[in-house]
């Protein structure tokens, strides 16, 4: 199929599919004209791709752990897929504990700023004079 048929199959631009091939994600055959040809295989492989990105994962990270899945029994390809998801996931729970800090900073600032506009409230509101 060409790459606009993939593209309608996978909800994927062509841009896109092109920039995963340029990655070494993707493969086609060229015919002679030039034009990229993809097998149906692909359109499954794209699907795995696309979960891959949703989760977080870096083109390198994928070209990584993609052979796994085409060679499941080649085990040093399985202990270098395990060996990157380890390192991403590693760095997401980095990430993760960055991003707690920062939002705990911030509760600080929110709270802080509540009392100081509850005080130019208080300050703005009119004296009462004894009559």
């Known amino acids: 199929m060409r790459i606009g048929e993939l593209s309608r199959r996978t909800g994927v ?3 896109s599919l092109r920039y995963y091939e340029e990655q070494g994600l993707l ?3 060229r015919s002679e004209a030039g034009q990229r ?3 149906d295989a692909e359109v499954e492989r794209v699907a795995l791709i696309r979960r891959l990105f949703g989760a977080g994962l ?3 990270v994928i070209t990584t752990v993609l052979p796994c899945v085409e060679t499941p029994g080649d085990q ?3 202990e270098l897929a395990f060996a990157a998801m380890t390192r991403e996931r590693d760095r997401i729970d980095a990430d993760i504990a960055r991003l707690i800090e920062t939002r705990d900073a911030l509760d600080e600032l929110i709270t802080a700023n509540g009392r100081h506009r509850a005080e130019l409230a208080r300050a703005r509101e009119p004296v ?3 009559a």
């Open 13 to 15: 631009s062509p841009r």
């Open 27 to 29: 493969a086609s055959s």
């Open 37 to 39: 040809h993809y097998s």
């Open 58 to 60: 870096s083109s390198r």
């Open 76 to 78: 040093d390809v399985v």
């Open 128 to 130: 009462a004079r004894p």
